[in-house]
């Protein structure tokens, strides 16, 4: 790219600007360089990378830790809850074993009962019976008594029977 002096002339000589080139050079280095401080130069790149790796492994590390901890907690209360069921079942099934035998066992009072039942209202009718017999029989007697009683007798006049005692048995 050419170079123009003050009256729009082209310069080929660089001979009067010379602090033109290296003002644009001192510039760039300036830009590029940043200045560490003395401590990052001393200490290397890759021992700093390894320290913040360490920190993260071992943060992962404890939580890692932390969560087996509360895992094995969860793990040791369901082994808990798993033998009180145990221990549950087990009373359940020696109730439901007893109450079968106390089921069976009414069971047989309750047949026994209605055996009896059957037995009283047998022998209530059996009763009955015999009691209406009995009034059966009671109203043909005195219905054969009352016969008896409304037949005639034939009196005669001329003779009359002085009463007769009545002997005792002895």
Do not use: C
Not at 4 to 19: R, S, T, W
Request: aromatic residues 4%; charged residues 30%.
């Amino acid at each position: 790219m050419p170079i123009f002096d003050e009256d729009d002339k082209e310069i080929h000589d660089l001979e009067g600007y010379p602090n033109l080139g290296a003002t644009k050079t001192r510039i760039k280095k300036e830009k590029v360089k940043i200045k560490f401080p003395d401590v990052f130069k001393k200490v290397p790149v890759f021992s700093i990378v390894l320290v913040v790796l360490i920190i993260l492994l071992g943060i992962m590390t404890f939580s890692l830790a932390a969560r087996v901890w509360t895992l094995s907690a969860e793990i040791e209360d369901i082994k808990a809850i798993k033998s009180q069921m145990a221990t549950i079942q087990a009373n359940i099934t020696a109730d439901n074993e007893a109450s079968n035998k106390e089921r069976n066992k009414l069971k047989g009072e309750i047949s026994q009962l209605q055996n009896d039942m059957d037995g009283m209202k047998a022998q209530q009718r059996h009763q009955a019976e015999v009691q209406n017999q009995r009034q059966a029989e009671a109203k043909k007697k005195a219905a054969a008594a009352a016969e008896k009683k409304t037949v005639p007798e034939k009196k005669t006049v001329a003779a009359k029977k002085p009463p007769q005692k009545e002997k005792k048995p002895q």
